[in-house]
């Protein structure tokens, strides 16, 4: 059976008191929008369908509804006093207990991820308006990076962009920490083109090392124009030696159509292939501007 990604309303759900406040990628919950965001339910999606997602897990919501005072909260929002709402968020505790339980099931490094509840919908996208922390080292630094993740919802971009398309208050919020990759080849991909938008086609970006150098815009990548077979119809390389070759782009095409099915809409996917050539995913939503 293929799982479809629960859609958020435009009303976030407030979590009740019994919500889990921490929940591994494999709990059924973790794809509950309301309680993990955009970005935690899509890897809880794709864990569930056995896809090559690193482990990690997933401080909800309701540990964020539980850690502030969220009347008060809500109301700077609503009075757009945005100072008074940072200094309510950086006053709050995660639960350091269940979060060092969960951390003990990862190795190594982590990434802490910001995974706003409103976000990546059809109609917006909340992409990069959040904070990620990459190669996060021990449980004082991950809950460290948990409280900036929350703060990153109420800087100024971000509370703009919330005005625009959401609600002002619409205060919940998610932090994912998820198992880092040993990156050799990362970037992004797109199951449709984005800018001509030809759907017999897919586009990827690449480059050596970390893909969020890709995602800020940091590097310029490679850039690829494949078939929906993953053959390449055009690329615009950067170096002598292309990122990728031609079976690497063929796997990843692969990769993009299940997803595609599976979230049953075209897809921006993040990617990383490994020092061993195998292929993860760290993110997936749906593409908002076609």
Not at 105 to 131: F, N, P
Not at 181 to 191: I, L
Not at 233 to 248: G, R
Not at 275 to 290: C, K, V
């Amino acid at each position: 059976m293929t799982a479809t990604l629960n859609t958020p309303t435009e009303e976030t759900a407030v979590p009740t008191p019994d919500a889990p406040l921490v929940l591994p990628f494999s709990d059924a919950r973790c794809q509950v929008v309301e309680l993990t965001g955009g970005k935690g339910a899509s890897l809880a999606t794709m864990t569930a369908e056995e896809l090559p997602v690193p482990p990690g897990f997933v401080i909800t919501s309701a540990a964020f509804a539980a850690a502030v005072d969220e009347d008060s909260l809500r109301d700077a929002m609503r009075s757009k006093d945005v100072e008074a709402a940072r200094a309510l968020v950086a006053a709050a505790q995660p639960p350091r207990e269940l979060i060092e339980q969960a951390f003990a099931e990862l190795e190594g490094l982590v990434a802490v991820r910001s995974s706003a509840c409103a976000e990546d919908s059809d109609g917006a996208s909340y992409a990069g308006q959040q904070e990620t922390f990459l190669n996060t080292d021990g449980l004082d630094a991950v809950l460290h990076n948990v409280v900036e993740c929350w703060l990153s919802f109420f800087t100024d971009r971000a509370v703009f962009y919330r005005k625009e398309k959401g609600s002002l208050e619409d205060v919940a919020m998610a932090v994912v920490v998820q198992q880092m990759v040993d990156s050799q080849k990362s970037g992004v991909m797109f199951t449709v083109d984005p800018v001509h938008g030809r759907k017999d086609r897919m586009v990827v970006e690449a480059a050596r090392g970390l893909g969020e150098a890709v995602v800020s815009g940091e590097t310029t990548p490679d850039n690829y124009t494949l078939s929906r077979d993953g053959v390449v119809k055009k690329s615009k390389v950067v170096d002598a030696e292309p990122v990728l070759t031609d079976d690497e782009c063929a796997a990843l095409a692969r990769m993009g159509q299940q997803l595609a099915q599976l979230h049953g809409c075209p897809q921006d996917i993040e990617w990383a292939f490994d020092a061993g050539g195998d292929l993860y995913l760290l993110q997936s939503r749906p593409i908002t501007t076609i």
